[in-house]
């Protein structure tokens, strides 16, 4: 067969059908693959609040929350336990890091004292910033047991007068983390809060 | 050139990234680990394979003055389907490789072997052609990976051989130009012993 001639009604017709079956193709795998995505997306959050609150089995109940001068917002999850507040995981999010964001899964218990953090995306310099995780180092144990409610426990690194311990080499890395655990403690606060005087 | 040589000369002879220096960008990128470079050189090879099947296919089908766009929108296909189909199944992986699977789009070995190999040869040869441009650049993406990673955090597909710092810029971007230009080099210094 040879080559089609390069008129009009040929490269109208082949380009629209070649769009065709590659719109129809994408369509095929967007619908098989978007319920594994979204479930693993849930799966996700889910083992974060479990690893942020350990000791607590049990639902959560979600509320949205954006702090002024902020461009999105946290997550409260909040815990209940036989009817009492156990605490919270507050899935929040920084938009200092040095590849401009990731997000943290924090959690805290009923007076405000941090669990555990765990990170849930992030893209920082294998080797440098990506030692948040705790899998890579022990940065992120030093926020355990720290109430940032309470001014004994200044939440940023040392550098800026604080007293957390930065990552060597990823000062911006580690700025950003604090800046995250701060914004969930402040919403946490909040929402706490504003559930108490509710009742 | 027979089918071996065809499949063959993208390992070394014709090595993308090694000698024919094309598709620079995921080799400095992506390779920061020795598993970001093989899953990257995988996903491009599943592309390469897929796109020079359908492009020698087609290539009577497609008229001659509007064959990049439609190169470009099978190629384009192909990758939105690794991207959906790696965050599926491969979540990590692709959180890690991040944008760079979405811009094998653009990566000139693609587009270069569509249009100088699979629209003039047989389907069967574009498919040898794709696989062995494909499996050469995983060959040199993994290569540079796991010299960056050993070097750069002492382990290599993340299990750790030294502990420690590591020599940190071979994770940071200079170490993958020193790494690529010495691999280069080392080529080169073969090829010319060899003749």
Excluded: W
């Excluded at chain 2, 389907?81 to 992986?93: E, G, H, K, N, T």
Aim: hydrophobic share 50%.
């Amino acid at each position: 067969m040879a080559q089609k001639e390069s008129n009009l009604r040929n490269m109208v017709f082949s380009l629209t059908l070649i769009v065709l079956v590659a719109s129809a193709a994408l369509a095929g795998v967007y619908v098989i693959t978007k319920p594994s995505i979204d479930g693993q997306e849930v799966a996700k959050t889910q083992e974060a609040i479990k690893a942020v609150l350990p000791g607590f089995s049990g639902k959560t109940e979600r509320v949205a929350i954006k702090l002024p001068n902020d461009a999105d917002s946290v997550f409260v999850n909040l815990a209940y336990q036989d009817g009492e507040l156990f605490g919270g995981a507050v899935q929040t999010y920084t938009d200092k890091a040095f590849k401009s964001y990731f997000s943290l899964m924090v959690g805290f218990d009923a007076g405000g004292n941090i669990l555990e953090t765990e990170v849930i995306k992030m893209e920082e310099t294998p080797g440098l910033g990506d030692k948040i995780n705790k899998s890579k180092s022990n940065f992120s144990d030093q926020f355990v047991k720290m109430c940032p409610a309470n001014n004994e426990f200044n939440l940023k690194v040392k550098k800026d007068g604080g007293t957390v311990d930065a990552i060597t080499a990823a000062t911006i890395s580690s700025r950003a983390y604090c800046d995250a655990v701060n914004r969930a403690a402040k919403a946490f606060d909040i929402v706490t809060k504003k559930g108490a005087n509710n009742e | 050139m027979s089918k071996v040589q065809i499949l063959t000369k993208g390992l070394l002879k014709e090595n993308p990234t090694l000698v024919l220096i094309l598709g620079m960008c995921p080799p400095l990128a992506v390779t920061t680990s020795a598993m970001n470079g093989l899953g990257m050189g995988l996903a491009t090879t599943f592309v390469l394979l897929m796109s020079n099947l359908l492009i020698s296919s087609l290539k009577n089908f497609i008229p001659d003055s509007v064959r990049i766009p439609a190169f470009i929108v099978i190629i384009a296909t192909f990758v939105s389907i690794v991207d959906l189909l790696l965050q599926s199944y491969l979540p990590a992986l692709s959180d890690s490789l991040g944008l760079f699977i979405k811009l094998i789009v653009v990566n000139c070995i693609v587009l270069g072997r569509a249009e100088a190999f699979a629209s003039k040869n047989s389907v069967f040869d574009s498919m040898l052609d794709g696989l062995g441009m494909g499996l050469g650049f995983t060959l040199s993406l993994t290569l540079i990976g796991i010299i960056r990673e050993l070097l750069g955090s002492g382990a290599i597909f993340g299990h750790t051989l030294i502990s420690g710092d590591g020599i940190l810029i071979f994770v940071l971007a200079p170490g993958a130009f020193f790494v690529l230009g010495f691999l280069i080099a080392l080529v080169r210094y073969l090829q010319r012993k060899k003749n």
